[in-house]
């Protein structure tokens, strides 16, 4: 039983060596299996170092890149830029030179003139300039032909002199910085409001009652008086300009500095002793009437040409004189005898409708938006009209009216003057003549003993000039809203006005000018108003 017992002893330690035997045996085979594969992978590295840069990308792109090579990228980057070697510094000034000699041989292929040229292309078409419309362009009696280029480069050079300069909306570099440079000073202002503390109100920059500031400049039209009555004095709606028109049948343009005012140019328009002129809203158009004339001039100042207009198809007029144009430049009226006015297109010059007021119209005027026309007529009777379905909206009658002779809207819509023959200037809020028949004006200025025949308003709404061209020195400015004369317009005992016939405020109201009887634009400087 011993015996038995020792055997089945042996035999179970023979059981356990035997898995430990296959344990070793299979360790060993999996370091061969390692070793080989190791093996493997450096023949194949190898290979990869030797074959091409396309070879590689192909093998890598069947086979993967291998394991230690992700490793090596990983501890490269790991590790940071490796320094540079002075062979590869060299190779790498090498190729920068190469590439600058390409980029210097590219500039050299675009700079080469072309192969071909067509003759045809280069020919420049002449213009002749012997046309009644361009004679005034031409410099010598030698330039009967202009080439295209230098017609163009001719009416540049006019519409500058005309302008006085290059206007700002034609300036498209000053324009673009003067952008740059208001973005930069608002936010610095905000930046400076941000820092500071305090009371940040101010005294009120409204314009003061009872004494106006003003000093007396030489007149605008200096440089060439008129012949006779001056009926317009305009300034321009953009540039630093004022127009003068009057009887002796010539239109000047002046620069205006307030010390010599030069002249710009003049035109001439033979047998047209004009009625009235007015610049277009644009600034690039001027439109003349004549006294005893049914046809109407057109000098366009970009063009450099004087359009006649010598009938409008629909309008049966003996005589056309007194005219309106629209704020948004899109219409012009024609104020006709028997109370006709006529509505026409201001780019086409035609007949767009007709409207009619009872008895006969003597002034008309557009509102700011152009949406509605005043028109006042010789009865005292005052009539509005809807621009758009050209109908009448309402009417009321002038207070006190014996016989409409001028009227104007406010700026800002807010007031309407009329004036009478017997010097009375009513002044009514617009809303108030919308709704009532016989509206009760906010002031009736009585400061004329003779005929109100011009009345207008300043840009800010702060000023009504009224004039009487039936006596001397008959100019009164107005304050509003206190609706009081200012006392030291015009100067006590010194005749300098005369007869007014005319009177504008600048774009920004630092001007006033005022054309009279003797041929003068007289011009004063309103030191409240900072700007042109």
Same mark, same amino acid.
């Given at each position: ?41 450096? %023949?194949? +590295?190898?290979?990869?170092?030797? *074959?091409?840069? #396309? /070879? ?8 993967? &890149? =291998? ?8 501890? %490269?980057? +790991?590790?940071?830029?490796?320094? *540079?070697?002075? #062979? /590869? ?8 030179? &190469? =590439? ?10 675009? +700079?080469?003139?072309?192969?071909? *040229? ?415």
């Amino acid at each position: 039983m011993k015996v038995a017992k020792k055997v089945s002893k042996g035999t179970k330690a023979g059981k356990m060596t035997k898995p430990k035997r296959t344990a070793k045996r299979l360790l060993v085979v999996a370091n061969q299996a390692a070793a080989a594969e190791a093996a493997r992978r450096a %023949r194949h +590295l190898k290979a990869l170092s030797c *074959v091409s840069g #396309a /070879e590689r990308e192909l093998e890598e792109l069947v086979f993967g &890149d =291998s394991l230690t090579g992700e490793e090596d990228e990983l501890l %490269r980057r +790991l590790a940071g830029p490796r320094p *540079v070697t002075a #062979a /590869e510094e060299k190779n790498l000034q090498e190729e920068s030179s &190469d =590439s600058g000699v390409e980029n210097e041989a590219k500039r050299d292929l675009l +700079l080469k003139s072309p192969a071909w *040229v067509d003759e045809d292309d280069e020919a420049e078409e002449n213009v002749d300039m012997t046309h009644k419309y361009r004679k005034v362009l031409m410099k010598s009696d030698a330039e009967t032909m202009l080439t295209k280029k230098k017609l163009k480069k001719r009416l540049e050079e006019q519409f500058q002199q005309a302008m006085g300069g290059v206007p700002a909306w034609a300036d498209l570099e000053n324009r673009k910085s003067s952008k740059r440079t208001l973005s930069d000073s608002d936010s610095d202002e905000d930046d400076d409001l941000l820092r500071r503390t305090g009371n940040f109100i101010t005294s009120s920059e409204s314009l003061p009652r009872g004494i106006l500031k003003m000093s007396t400049c030489p007149p605008a039209n200096q440089e060439r008086f008129a012949n006779g009555k001056l009926v317009t004095v305009q300034f321009h709606p953009s540039a630093q300009v004022v127009m003068t028109a009057g009887h002796d049948r010539s239109v000047s343009l002046f620069q205006v500095d307030g010390i010599r005012n030069p002249k710009i140019q003049s035109i001439y328009l033979e047998s047209f002793p004009i009625y009235k002129a007015h610049f277009s809203m644009d600034g690039e158009q001027v439109i003349a009437t004549g006294t005893h004339h049914s046809m109407f001039f057109v000098y366009d100042m970009m063009a450099g040409s004087i359009i006649p207009i010598p009938k409008v198809r629909g309008v049966e007029e003996k005589f056309l004189r007194n005219f309106e144009l629209s704020p948004d430049g899109s219409f012009m009226l024609l104020i006709g005898n028997s109370g006709y006015l006529h509505l026409l297109s201001m780019k086409t010059k035609e007949l767009i409708s007709t409207m009619k007021v009872n008895g006969r119209c003597t002034a008309s005027a557009f509102t700011p938006d152009s949406s509605k026309i005043y028109s006042y007529s010789k009865e005292g009777e005052v009539f509005i009209w809807d621009v758009r379905s050209r109908k009448s909206l309402h009417k009321f009658e002038d207070e006190g009216s014996l016989e409409g002779k001028c009227i104007a809207v406010s700026k800002n819509n807010q007031y309407v003057a009329c004036g009478s023959s017997s010097g009375v200037v009513n002044l009514y809020t617009t809303d108030v003549c919308l709704k009532e028949n016989r509206p009760k004006p906010v002031k009736a200025i009585m400061n004329l003993v003779t005929s109100a025949t011009c009345v207008t308003f300043n840009p800010t709404t702060e000023i009504l000039a009224v004039a009487s061209r039936d006596a001397d020195e008959a100019v009164k400015l107005v304050h509003l809203p206190s609706y009081t004369v200012f006392s030291n317009f015009p100067v006590f005992r010194k005749k300098q006005i005369y007869l007014t016939q005319s009177m504008d405020f600048s774009p920004r109201s630092g001007y006033f000018s005022v054309a009279n009887n003797k041929g003068k634009a007289l011009l004063f400087r309103l030191k409240h108003y900072s700007f042109f």
